[in-house]
Antibody, heavy 118, light 113 residues
Framework: EVQLVESGGGLVQPGGSLRLSCAASGFTFSSYWMHWVRQAPGKGLVWVSRINSDGSSTSYADSVKGRFTISRDNAKNTLYLQMNSLRAEDTAVYYC???????????WGQGTLVTVSS | QSALTQPASVSGSPGQSITISCTGTSSDVGSYNLVSWYQQHPGKAPKLMIYEGSKRPSGVSNRFSGSKSGNTASLTISGLQAEDEADYYCCSYAGSSTFEGVVFGGGTKLTVL
């Protein structure tokens, strides 16, 4: 059974950093692109970033470019999102998702909440 | 990259059909047959309903169908049921000289009357 489990969320002050993890199981992680998608409280889904299967290619939304870094460790079946210079508007539930045809596909994690506040 | 445009809300009675539109540009919806649709119930993770414009993942009811014309994609739900009440989001791969990635629509709240 495919499972994606996010962790690492929490409360952080503006300007601070946080690293999210997404542990994958039930499929050959190294064969799939992966995405991060976020959802601010009461708001819609917003794509954040994606990484290709071997980690050699990444892409970011303009709103996080230069502050967030997506990476993966295929030996550990884990996807990461390093978030620096956090702002209040980064407050959201962050989901990891397996790719399907260039977009988030069928498999999503349960999400991890990041709150940026002083 | 601009978000895709969806109506904020739609409604229908049980048994009726509704259509949700998703308008993009020639850099996303119009150039690629890579539109996905997701259903999200409150407090839950999104569920993929349609991918590659019109394909249904296994287990998704055939009451859900997708199509595209020009820069606008559409999700049609036929035979509305109470459990279809949820938020629906479209999403497209996007590629241009300045951006390569994914864009979502703002979401549409479906109310089953």
């Amino acid at each position: 059974e495919v499972q994606l489990v996010e962790s690492g969320g929490g409360l952080v002050q503006p300007g601070g950093s946080l690293r999210l993890s997404c542990a994958a199981s039930g499929f050959t992680f190294s064969s799939y692109w992966m995405h991060w998608v976020r959802q601010a409280p009461g708001k819609g889904l917003v794509w954040v970033s994606r990484i290709n299967s071997d980690g050699s290619s990444t892409s970011y939304a303009d709103s996080v470019k230069g502050r967030f870094t997506i990476s993966r460790d295929n030996a550990k079946n884990t996807l990461y999102l390093q978030m620096n210079s956090l702002r209040a508007e980064d407050t959201a539930v962050y989901y990891c998702a397996r790719d399907r045809s260039g977009s988030p596909g069928r498999w999503w994690g349960q999400g991890t909440l990041v709150t940026v506040s002083s | 990259q601009s978000a895709l445009t969806q109506p904020a809300s739609v409604s229908g009675s049980p048994g009726q059909s509704i259509t949700i539109s998703c308008t993009g540009t020639s850099s996303d919806v119009g150039s690629y047959n890579l539109v996905s649709w997701y259903q999200q119930h409150p407090g839950k993770a999104p569920k993929l309903m349609i991918y590659e414009g019109s394909k249904r993942p296994s287990g998704v009811s055939n009451r859900f169908s997708g199509s595209k014309s020009g820069n606008t994609a559409s999700l049609t739900i036929s035979g509305l049921q109470a459990e279809d009440e949820a938020d629906y989001y479209c999403c497209s791969y996007a590629g241009s000289s300045t951006f390569e990635g994914v864009v979502f629509g703002g979401g549409t709240k479906l109310t089953v009357l």
